[in-house]
């Protein structure tokens, strides 16, 4: 069954934003997604589905605030997988007797909810989040948004179906061994893999701690980028976060892209899967890509030590007293994995780890020669009849391309590629080291056809804030100096009604200058970016007169840097104040 939504209004951001800028109103919002829910209609999708007056309760509250830049999610409503706090109402991890009702959220659902989006509830998962199949639940199996017959994915399975049935306009997931990729290929959808720590895992119930991710669905690049960047921030109570490190520079062009070698390729006798991924090789070709086949070996031998090393006993240290007290409480299948556990020792362990750390050096090597690697998401995708026959191979088999990833310290991003001549959705996976998140969001955004995203990580340690109105906005000839120091895209606005602003002549690129006056101001359209304080030295030292860098007052009363205008060059300068901003100028410069 394709999905069939029974209203009109497209969940993304930019058509969300587009729908409540022409009149649609957070409650008309709520009640058209409650009649999308009532009309799909699967039971096991939720474990707890808010009710219709909570959602009814942020929608009055946000409309009784108005937008505003600090909510940039207004109104857009989400899922959580339910091995994720929500203040008030039950975590199960897919498991009723373990349940239990937190009285804080994770932090990054605090983050959403601040940030103006609306939560709908908890969504069904493999139990304990162990699994790629979305069929171990006690609550049932969330139907696969393109065929009930096949596998929605885990273990967020519904995460992911409540994003491809349009209910809402991202969710969260987990990934430690590809559960926020799988079921994102098995749904056409966005699965957005993290960089470990980046994302508070406080508030979510283990599943390998050391390991563990949140990760985001959405239906494009951009918004997965847009979520991260309110999602992500260090987090000095969960001993696993880490400060953002962006590289200082990550836009090589044209990008050398790993794929394993044919021979280490598998896609489990589906030969129409191998022929999308030959197919997506040359798409990266015609696009400029170098290809360079890659020895996978260590990537192969490091996703097994996943489930065949002691990494499995952290699962049960994750629910050692659970499980030794309810043993029975567990799905049959979850409980055989888990209580594997009990034949590791404290040697195999360390064993596992020397292995471990000699598969990361020989990997090295191959980072060495490419900027990113690209696999299938997963080589087949199964039907749930065939995974419930033979549970444990099927599984391994979908985690081929994905188990290593954690262990390697890596992150990645699932991007959809085509479909299936059953007409079931198929999808590629981008991997890079840890910290190249906004690399992989932009040549996702490529792959696509999307435009490139803002950069979504935030950088790490001391920042300063830069406003610029001209050629550095984005998509203008100069952005890229920024993008190239680490700069993010904070938000777009404007100055306070105090300044003109000129087009300079005899400068190349054209560019505007900018000054505060006592009489005769206006607001001047401005993008606010934050550099690390290590790169603001080095731009700045390269601004060319008689521009210069001083501090203007924003629409909001903060006073930020930006680029200022020495009034002696103004004198041959057209005044362009009444445009209210540089792009305005360039679609009318006469």
Not at 36 to 43: F, I, K, L, V, Y
Not at 196 to 216: E, N
Not at 376 to 383: C, E, F, H, N, R
Not at 479 to 497: E, S
Request: proline share 9%; net charge neutral; hydrophobic share 45%.
């Amino acid at each position: 069954m394709k999905p069939s939504p029974t209203h009109n209004v497209a969940l993304d951001l930019a058509s969300l934003r587009t729908a409540l800028a022409q009149g649609l109103t957070p409650t008309a919002l709520i009640e058209e997604i409650w009649h999308r829910e009532q009309a799909w209609a699967d039971p096991a999708l939720w474990i707890h589905r808010l009710p219709k007056s909570a959602w009814q309760q942020s929608a009055a509250a946000l409309e009784a605030s108005g937008p505003s830049a600090q909510r940039p999610l207004f109104a857009a409503p989400f899922a959580i997988k339910d091995n994720i706090d929500l203040a008030g109402v039950p975590t199960t991890s897919a498991c009723p007797a373990y349940a239990y009702t937190p009285a804080a959220s994770s932090p990054v659902v605090d983050r959403l909810i601040a940030a103006g989006a609306i939560p709908l509830g908890k969504t069904n998962l493999d139990q304990f989040a162990t699994g790629l199949v979305g069929v171990r639940s006690p609550y049932g199996t969330p139907r696969n948004a393109f065929n009930a017959a096949y596998l929605p994915g885990g273990s967020s399975s519904g995460s992911a179906t409540a994003v491809a049935a349009g209910l809402c306009s991202f969710s969260l997931g987990t990934d430690t061994a590809g559960s926020g990729r799988i079921p994102a290929s098995f749904n056409n959808l966005v699965g957005l893999k993290p960089t470990r720590g980046l994302l508070s895992t406080r508030g979510l119930v283990p599943a390998c701690r050391t390991l563990d991710c949140i990760s985001i669905f959405t239906r494009t690049i951009a918004d997965a980028a847009e979520v991260l960047s309110v999602a992500a921030a260090f987090d000095p109570e969960d001993p696993y976060s880490r400060p953002a490190t962006p590289p200082v520079s990550d836009e090589t062009w044209p990008p050398r892209i790993g794929v394993p070698r044919a021979d280490q390729l598998k896609f489990f006798g589906n030969t129409d899967a191998e022929k999308l991924f030959a197919n997506v090789i040359e798409r990266w070709r015609h696009l400029g890509a170098t290809i360079v086949e890659i020895d996978y070996t260590p990537f192969i031998d490091a996703a097994r030590l996943l489930y065949e090393g002691p990494w499995v006993a952290e699962r049960f240290a994750a629910i050692r007293d659970f499980i030794e007290k309810s043993p029975d409480a567990l799905h049959p299948v979850t409980r055989k994995i888990i209580e594997g556990a009990r034949t590791q020792t404290a040697v195999s362990a360390f064993e596992s780890i020397y292995k471990l750390a000699a598969l990361r050096r020989r990997a090295e090597s191959v980072w060495a020669n490419i900027d990113v690697l690209l696999t299938p998401t997963a080589g087949t995708i199964y039907k749930v009849a065939e995974v419930e026959a033979d549970p444990i191979q099927l599984n391994s088999n979908l985690g081929y391309y994905t188990n290593y990833m954690n262990l390697f310290d890596l992150c990645a991003v699932a991007v959809p590629a085509g479909f299936l001549p059953s007409g079931l959705p198929w999808g590629v996976t981008l991997v890079a080291p840890a910290f190249h998140d906004d690399r992989l969001l932009r040549l996702g955004a490529k792959f696509l056809g999307e435009q490139p995203p803002i950069r979504s990580v935030a950088p790490s340690g001391p920042s300063v804030k830069l406003a610029v109105c001209g050629a550095h906005l984005s998509g203008l000839p100069l952005n890229g100096q920024l993008a190239r120091l680490g700069a993010r895209l904070v938000r777009a606005t404007t100055t306070a009604p105090a300044y003109k602003l000129f087009a300079l002549p005899g400068t190349t690129p054209p560019k505007p200058g900018l000054i505060r006056v006592t009489d005769g101001g206006a607001a001047i359209e401005v993008e606010v970016w934050e550099l690390p304080v290590s790169a603001y030295g080095h731009f700045v030292s390269a601004i060319p007169a008689p521009l210069g860098i001083g501090t203007i007052t924003l629409a909001d009363g903060e006073s930020v840097q930006s680029f200022l205008c020495e009034a002696a060059a103004l004198t041959a300068a057209r005044d362009i104040t009444s445009l209210g901003g540089w792009r305005a100028f360039l679609k009318n410069p006469s």
